[in-house]
């Protein structure tokens, strides 16, 4: 098969949870298939791996973000009836590159990474379309839309009205819709019940084998936080530990450090959380995750699976996160993972972890076991791989 795949991240190096999905979707794609990949670069450094996802793909192109243009776009729509997400991604080269490479090669299927670069696979009316949200993205929005003050609360609401009725019409005129995770699919259903059939799970994917056991040892308590650190929920979710749940900790353990590890730290960061260690972008992840007693994950904007945490049980890492994670993950709490939501609960089970060595050997081996059997990379990809493929044959043959 030839498959157009177009995404809205440059899915290299996969060091970010959206790039990550893609970049292990491709790979397994790419086994089987001809891939043609259109990707927006939104960092003048993503225009560096043409020569990585090349040996990867038959043919790539990478659409550069103007910056200027992207918010003129995204201006124009504020002003129309369109989400500002999807004006952000216009691109007229975009476009030009997609109508060329249609010219030329008669693909089977087209698969588009995010709902913001499903436009430019929806006229594609010969072939199997499918989009991949990753998130129900209008949910994030309605949920920035709580905590931000006017106008910015106006506008965070509109773009979740605006964005989902995009992903409504997306799934209702689609062959296939992906979600990560049971609760997205359900929220999916409810919004457009004609496309149940259509929309399938496809969980977040680990590279067991990358994240494995590799202990390093500590003199004092390590309490590890991982993420891009200019991502809103990650700056709230350290922000609520280091003010409201690392005191409760350190009353008990005074000895107790905390590590915020990821690239593009907000520099309020530095300021609020003066006694944690704010690392910046690191080299590899995996060191400081097995450094860790505790990965903590007090996330209060996000909703669903989280990479980091499947990262740290991969790396037989005891988690501690809140409930909202925990959807669409089929955990035993108290077994795979501790889950709490209060400051005070929280605080409570990452002392437990730290002075029972036995409930925490208990959460390694199980954790890491969960992900093996339910994110293991074939175990997501393959069926996306069958949908793909059997859909294409169903559209070839009507």
Known sequence: MKILLVAHNVPFPPNKGEKIRTFHMLKRLAKEHQIYLISFA?????????????????EVYLIPINGFFSKLYAGIALLTFTPLTKGFFFSTKALKTIQSLKSRVTFDACLAICSSTTRYILSSDQQFRATDFVDIDSRKWLEYSKVASWPKSWIFKREHKLLEEWENKI??????????????????????????????????????????????????????????????????????????????????????????VGRNPDPSLAETCK????????????????????????????????????????????????????????????????????????????????????????????????????????????????????????????
């Open 42 to 58: 939104r960092d003048s450094r993503d225009l560096d791996h043409h020569d990585e996802l090349s040996e990867i793909c038959e």
């Open 171 to 260: 799934a209702l005129s689609e062959e296939l819709s992906a979600v990560t995770t049971s609760r997205e699919k359900e929220i999916l259903e409810e919004n457009a019940p004609a496309a149940s059939d259509s929309i399938m799970v496809v969980p977040i994917g680990i590279d067991t084998n990358y994240f494995r056991p590799n202990p390093v040892k500590t003199i004092h308590p390590a309490l590890v936080f991982t993420g891009q650190m200019d991502y809103l929920p990650n700056i709230d979710a350290v922000v609520f530990f280091y003010l409201n749940i690392l005191p409760r900790i350190r009353e008990k353990r005074p000895d107790a450090e905390f590590y915020i």
């Open 275 to 398: 006694t944690a260690i704010v690392t910046g972008e690191v080299d590899d992840i995996r060191p400081w995750l097995c450094k860790a007693n505790v990965f903590v994950a007090p996330m209060r904007l996000a909703f669903g699976i989280q990479n980091k945490v499947l990262e740290a049980m991969s790396c037989g890492i005891p988690v501690v996160c809140t409930s909202r994670i925990l959807q669409g993950m089929d955990v035993e709490i108290g077994t795979d993972i501790l889950a709490a939501d209060s400051a005070e609960a929280f605080s409570k089970a990452v002392l437990s972890l730290l002075e029972s060595a036995n409930l925490a050997e208990t959460l390694k081996e199980s954790g890491k076991n969960y992900v093996k059997r339910n994110h293991s990379l074939a175990t997501v990809y393959d069926p996306l791989n069958q949908a793909l493929v059997q859909g294409s044959k169903q559209i070839t043959l009507c």
